[in-house]
């Protein structure tokens, strides 16, 4: 399927890839009769003014989704190939759940390039298309373990994305991206408003 990628509500997706690195995935819903995709976070985030919050949980909810692919897979030091786990679609969320809040690997997830699905799109455990359109975006992220060398990558072709905060009060995506990108640069300054959250500070 062709994917036509653009701005993503007008925005630049550099910056979206920033707020969502190292965040943990708490959980994942998906509604095909409304095409969408709700993806539990805790983001690492810093507002504008202030103490960093106390809960970072957000909801983004992906929108006009068309297609979900999914690779479950386990390789233990002596397999010579990776062992493709069975799983469908229904079971996706409870597969995230699985993880134990696993954070998502990686520094882009948004309209990245195919190296990494190009690599892991042969060991699908699933591809389910949820309808015929074409999407303007992919999200792709990854979950592993480190005793139980279990991975899982998802991959999502999808139009918008919204995001809520714990309350379900909406949070503007620039807001969003600002947010990330100022702990970010907090926690390269030393800024002690990010130790608590175990990512050592580059100091």
């Known amino acids: 399927m062709n994917v036509s990628r653009g701005l993503l509500d007008g925005m630049d997706t550099t910056g979206l890839n920033t707020a969502l690195s190292e965040a943990a995935c708490l959980g ?6 409304a095409r969408e995709l709700r993806l539990d976070l805790e983001v690492l985030t810093l507002p504008e003014n202030g103490p960093a919050p106390e809960d970072h949980r957000v909801r ?8 979900v692919a999914a690779s479950l897979r386990i390789q233990k030091w002596d397999d010579v190939e990776a062992r493709v786990l069975p799983l469908e679609l229904e079971g996706l969320g409870e597969a995230i ?18 190296s990494g699905w190009s690599h892991w799109s042969e060991l699908l455990s699933f591809d389910t298309l949820v309808d015929g359109h074409v999407s303007a975006h992919v999200l792709e992220f990854s979950q592993e373990e480190g005793v139980d060398p279990r991975e899982l990558d998802v991959r999502v072709w999808f139009d918008n994305m919204t995001i809520q905060d714990a309350s379900g009060k909406s949070i503007p995506l620039a807001e969003f991206v600002a947010d990330g990108a100022r702990w970010w640069k907090a926690h390269d300054e030393g800024d002690p408003r990010t130790f608590r959250h175990g990512i050592v500070p580059q100091l």
């Open 28 to 33: 994942l819903e998906v509604d095909t009769a």
């Open 60 to 67: 983004m909810t992906i929108t006009g989704v068309s297609r």
């Open 97 to 114: 759940a699985s993880f134990g809040g696993g954070r998502l690997h990686g520094w882009e997830f948004i309209d990245i390039d195919d």
